[in-house]
């Protein structure tokens, strides 16, 4: 008596399981839940782009500060010139 009770309500929590997941594909395959889907995945990678669009820019301004402090001419200082033993057709002078 006791094996059957068990199997009726193993049997009752798999049928509820079983529904409950046919429930949810259903509604995941009307137009309105692929859209849901859709709007999901597309606000993903708008998020990830938008973060590698500002690490992006965050790097090259740290390299363009770089450049610009090992290049940049200083007060006092003459801009970088052409060394003086340069023949004028290499330097377009």
Do not use: C, W
Not at 2 to 25: D, E, K
Not at 33 to 53: D, F, Q, T
């Amino acid at each position: 008596m006791i094996g059957r009770l068990f199997y009726l309500a193993a049997g009752a929590a798999l049928g509820g399981y079983v529904v409950h997941r046919v429930n949810r594909a259903r509604r995941a395959l009307t137009p309105g839940g692929l859209a849901e889907r859709v709007e999901g995945r597309v606000s993903e990678y708008k998020g990830a782009l938008r973060e590698l669009n500002e690490d992006l820019a965050e790097e090259v301004r740290a390299q363009e500060s770089e450049l610009l402090a090992r290049y940049a001419p200083r007060r006092g200082r003459a801009a970088l010139t052409a060394p003086r033993d340069v023949p004028e057709r290499l330097t377009g002078r």
